[in-house]
């Protein structure tokens, strides 16, 4: 145990024996370094993983306090480690049969791939539609069609801009969502058989692709906090002919887990040492916690990328325009094939929801939407980690993500999550159980739960529910 | 020759010696069968193929007139009789450098795959947008996701109803544009290595799906006037393992034929006979002209389907709304796993889109716009089929399609279209030749041209200077 984590150890037992309550403020840097003496970075090094853990949380200016729903330690799930020998995918007929069940407009949603639809904007931006087919030349709907809508191309290389990154307008191609992106991204650098890299546990989606491609898995787990296992990672491109790798950098799915900087780095040496392209799904990128002192917009590996071989995917769909299908691919040395492949395939996204988007980005307040939200989603976490305090078993492991909605669950090991799913479904519940993100199947006791949709009464008593049924199981 | 081609080609014989002149009637059935002794039937083939030559055009209630370009006769294309081994497909290199040069907003359009976009009601379907949006509840925008939006899928469906067909709303899918519904309904049917039946000429774009499925394609040839050979499919039916087809049966592109009633249903008994799967890639339904007598709405082989064995892929890209990218199958028994990939690809197509045609189909007077646009469409056909007599060499032949937008030329066999299109294109003229049609890069000598713009004098002055490139070739 190193200092810091010895020093995290003495604050997390106090909040855990209520010596310091939820409320109070700790020890500031300044007097913990001289009462203990140690460095002021292993103070700060020490409350990061606080922070981490959700005990602690930091405000402006006035240090760190202990979290409401710190009365109880929720340890972090465990890293899964069992390394398995690559695998072909065959994951999407369950994948469908749990999406399918999840249709229901009356069920508690707590399975959603999206946050809640009153989180979002929708009467603005139907403004910023009207506007945009006003001034939209009709030539437009045909010229447009190969390379995107160029004021809402412009719109995306201005943020990346302002995030501190310079990507050329040439590189992007604006997709029907992320999803089109990785695909087109995906099958431009692998042939059927191939291998690729991706995580443990992944998005579904990922996997879905990948089978629908035939190209066959080599699972890298992935770090509840710190993201990929880049040492695993390292043995596995040593050892195998791993064509690419699909990798969510940042509030990864379903982990929650962000790469640090200094990771990044790391990972992106890797891809050149081996000249791996590296799809990097970031369709998170906007849904970042800033509530706290030291914030800054996470970059992503494609920051760094210098050779091209990153093709990084975002997306509208879960920060401002669910159902606009917007996304976008900044594909480096793969641009060229990226576009053909697009226009034998779907030709173009839909022009209207392009023009829409590209004035509510200059137009709408697009940043002050991302801080309603973004406050909006810690909020909502807050409340389902104080529910899963309250509600399930001692035992129960669980994510504290630094943004996005998804919480993952490590529950008793003895409970089935795909049977937990159904019962929850008879109960009116819906949640994303653990197989679906793997390609072995494995994650058998382990559940996403989407904290999405803005926190009622109805949350609190599924909550209490599931809880019911995890300790009846 | 049969009876009835020798009387049309006495007839048409009085047309190109000007004993009949332009604007003026032609016998009336009763007349002619009395005068020449034959059965009304027998002048009633006759007077229709030589409406089908663009010699004599019928008016409701008056009877047939010489038309006014018919002053000197264009023969109809050959068809390309050759036969061809199976082959693998690689025509996506010139297609893309083909289309890449057509790309610049001041070129004549004759390479154009739409038509101009001032032929839209743009403004109209911008104002459905804002009152569909309005109307949307924003729960809409996720769980429409799977489906598509219901109240677009109950519009098409109601189309469907009025052109006399039943087509359950469950097997609808709505997709980004028919491109996609194409690309998913033979991905579904296929594997990397199969036989796919399609036509030659056929649309490049079939090609390029083909290319990158990695199919290898079995061309059947296409009579301008009758649709493709159903002996020769028939005949390679039973000698080839083919796994799909991909034909339009209605206007076809690029010749614009189309298939009799009883050439569907003998197309039909062929697919049940063999269990073949069909795209019927029917994106030109809606342009048929409709000026004529005897009009009603022509119906796809579709209607005949009680099998499921038929995949119809409509659009509303090329008679209402480019740009906005929505088209849609309707699968028979391939609709769950055609979902499916969908769900795995795209996800959906963009939720405004399809609120704003829904409005529009409902409210918009779609089939006013519609008679606008096949009037037009019409009349532009006149023009160009007119300055190919006054500029193109004596011995070009072209097609006289009843709808569409597109003319296919055969040229004297000496013309090097490749070429031709460098040199229009030098001349800001843009077309379309003939190889890029093609599993075989057959067609040297043919070019597709697009009437699909208004005729202005620049129209004009682009058919003079081709008609002057060919004569120095």
Redesign the interface.
Known sequence: MKRYERFAAEISNLIRTGILAPGERVPSVRQASKAHGISPSTVFQAYYLLENQGLISARPRSGYFVRDNASRILDEPHVALQQQAPSDVAV?ELV?SV?GSL?D?DTVPFG?A?PS??L?P?AR??TS??RG??Q?S?????????TGHPDLCRQIAQRYMVNGMQLPTEELVIT??A??AL?LGLQCVTQ?GDLVAIEAPAFY?TL??LE?LKLRAVEIPVHPRDGIDLEVLENRLETLPIKACWFMSHLQNPLGASLSDARKAQLYALLCRHQLPMLEDDVYAELYFDQRAEVSPPQPVKALDVEGLVMHCGSFSKCL??????GWISAGRHTREIS??K???????????QV?LADYLQNGGYDRHLRKLRLALETQQTAMLAAIDRYFPEDTRVTHPHGGYFLWCELPEHIDSLALFQQALAHGISLAPGPIFSATQGFKHCIRLSYGHPWDAASERAMQTLGELLKAA
């Open positions: 999407s469908f999406l249709r407009n959603s999206f639809p009153e979002f929708l931006l139907a539609m009207t087919l006003r939209l009709s030539h437009a709907v045909i010229s447009d069609m190969t029907n969502g999803m089109e695909n059927p989606a879905q692709v629908r325009a669910p159902g606009y299908r917007v053909r492949l226009l034998m395939t779907t030709i173009s996204p839909s022009l209207p929801a829409a």
